[in-house]
């Protein structure tokens, strides 16, 4: 499938969702040289079509970096955005991993990545709500467009943006949670009382919340050892307990049938003579 502008051939490359109101696909520029690759939604429905019109032509988010080009193509209306390598957060971040700061940090680029994206308010709610955020190996965050535009909704305002955002964040930092991170507790009191209207808001209470590295004392660093290889101590526990349990059950046998345990033996007659001198005179 090849969709044509006057500037732009975008071949498909991978079709990503197919919906009834908008199709959303992977495509490569055949006239640029550098045969760039777009994400390419091609809006079929009228009225999503509409909205999506007026969200990115009017406002005050309405020069968004990110999409390079709105044309029409026989009945559809294509938006085509930046492409951007499939590295979905829900599928890479592991907050066992990371320190307090190093999830706090990630939480504060994603912030920063919905403030600077300037798009429409309702387009990047179906991001958030939809988590179509990616994580770089850097632990850079992106914003994806593999939208399902059937809930789209024009009256979104930054509001419930920032809301959904805060909630997206207190799923990063929720092994961090109880006592462990300041700013899981701030934020889940506000997301509560829904107490947040602006992503500015949210960003400074991320950072008067964090807590630095070099100011963290000697035991929550310890602790935050073993929350982090707590899956490695529970194993070894594990097999602790199961060598244990072995170990009691052929005591209990060996009690049964011989009348004693072999190695109990082993322990009384190493302390039957310390030295030269005999404990049993």
């Given at each position: ?42 809006v ?7 909205k999506?019109?007026?969200?990115f ?7 968004c ?33 990371y320190?307090?700061?190093?999830c ?40 994806g ?74 035991w ?13 101590f ?11 349990v ?36």
């Amino acid at each position: 499938m090849i969709f044509q502008s006057d500037n732009m051939q975008l071949k498909t490359i991978q079709t990503v969702l197919n919906r009834d109101c908008a199709d959303v696909y992977v495509c490569r520029d055949n006239l640029s040289q550098e045969r760039m690759f777009y994400t390419v939604i091609v809006v079929k429905d009228r009225e999503t079509a509409k909205k999506m019109l007026i969200m990115f032509h009017t406002g005050e988010r309405q020069k968004c970096p990110f999409l390079k080009a709105c044309f029409s193509d026989k009945n559809a209306v294509i938006f085509v955005f930046t492409y951007n390598s499939s590295r979905l957060l829900v599928d890479f971040y592991q907050a066992g991993r990371y320190t307090i700061s190093e999830c706090e940090d990630i939480c504060k680029n994603l912030i920063l990545s919905c403030i600077t994206s300037e798009l429409p308010w309702p387009f990047l709610y179906l991001i958030l709500k939809q988590r179509q955020i990616h994580m770089s190996r850097e632990r850079n965050i992106t914003l994806g467009y593999y939208v399902d535009l059937t809930e789209l909704d024009g009256s979104i305002t930054e509001k419930q943006c920032v809301v959904e955002c805060a909630r997206l964040l207190l799923e990063l930092l929720e092994d961090h949670a109880n006592g462990k991170a300041i700013s899981y507790e701030l934020l889940t009191k506000r997301v509560a009382n829904s107490g947040y209207n602006r992503f500015t808001e949210l960003y400074k209470d991320i950072t008067i919340a964090a807590a630095p590295e070099d100011k963290l004392g000697i035991w929550s660093k310890i602790k935050r050892f073993f929350l982090i290889h707590k899956n490695a101590f529970f194993y070894l526990l594990l097999i602790l307990c199961i060598i244990l349990v072995v170990l009691v059950i052929i005591s209990f046998f060996s009690q049964m049938i011989m009348g004693d345990i072999p190695w109990m033996r082993l322990l009384q007659s190493g302390f039957k003579q310390i030295g030269t001198e005999s404990l049993l005179k």
